[in-house]
T-cell receptor, first 114, second 114 residues
Framework: NAGVTQTPKFQVLKTGQSMTLQCAQDMNHNSMYWYRQDPGMGLRLIYYSASEGTTDKGEVPNGYNVSRLNKREFSLRLESAAPSQTSVYFC?????????????FGSGTRLTVV | AQSVTQLDSHVSVSEGTPVLLRCNYSSSYSPSLFWYVQHPNKGLQLLLKYTSAATLVKGINGFEAEFKKSETSFHLTKPSAHMSDAAEYFCVVSDQTSYDKVIFGPGTSLSVIP
């Protein structure tokens, strides 16, 4: 099925450990996004990539880095995890020329930092 | 600056009765407005969108929303609730001018009582 695939689905990290969240889409979308979801706060944008080869900071970029590996893949890296990064992370994509159509979301990565 | 207010953090209805989830927004531009649904432990799915065409927008699963510029509202309704409608609902505003100018509301949790 076409869509956005995120791995892993669940992860527990110790404070200070690093990890990379993977995201891939097969819809030939130009733009990709990383959001975090915390209770009562909706979704907040961490980083986005408007097109292959470009990345930009969103609302809450501190403590994260991203890589747009190619048109399909957009990864999020936590270099030194902190308990404040415990959250659910969603990757999304869309065709920027068709912002009217909203996003397609992955199923999320549930990250706990202890 | 844009903002989104979802007036109820939780709504409970009986199966077969109408659903009303309220959303108010502010935007400096002519906005695009969206409603997304998130079932437990799932990603977000687009329910419907308003993009300056018809003010009454029909979405999936019998949901619809009406854009009222004078009231800066975009309330989500459904004539008859079904058990499968129990989920979290997010109202989203975009001014379409920038990739990061997409604001998610905090969400409304809908419970459906048998």
């Amino acid at each position: 099925n076409a869509g956005v695939t995120q791995t892993p689905k669940f992860q527990v990290l110790k404070t200070g450990q690093s990890m990379t969240l993977q995201c891939a889409q097969d819809m030939n979308h130009n733009s990709m996004y990383w959001y975090r979801q915390d209770p009562g706060m909706g979704l907040r944008l961490i980083y986005y990539s408007a097109s292959e080869g470009t990345t930009d900071k969103g609302e809450v970029p501190n403590g994260y880095n991203v890589s747009r590996l190619n048109k399909r893949e957009f990864s999020l890296r936590l270099e030194s995890a902190a308990p404040s990064q415990t959250s659910v992370y969603f990757c999304a994509s869309n065709d920027r020329d068709s912002m009217y159509y909203g996003y397609t979301f992955g199923s999320g990565t549930r990250l706990t930092v202890v | 600056a844009q903002s989104v207010t979802q007036l109820d953090s939780h709504v409970s209805v009986s199966e077969g009765t109408p659903v009303l989830l309220r959303c108010n927004y502010s935007s400096s531009y002519s906005p695009s407005l969206f409603w997304y649904v998130q079932h437990p432990n799932k990603g977000l799915q687009l329910l419907l969108k308003y993009t300056s065409a018809a003010t009454l927008v029909k979405g999936i699963n019998g949901f619809e929303a009406e854009f009222k510029k004078s009231e800066t509202s975009f309330h989500l309704t459904k004539p008859s609730a079904h058990m499968s409608d129990a989920a979290e609902y997010f109202c989203v505003v975009s001014d379409q001018t920038s990739y990061d100018k997409v604001i998610f509301g905090p969400g409304t949790s809908l419970s459906v009582i048998p």
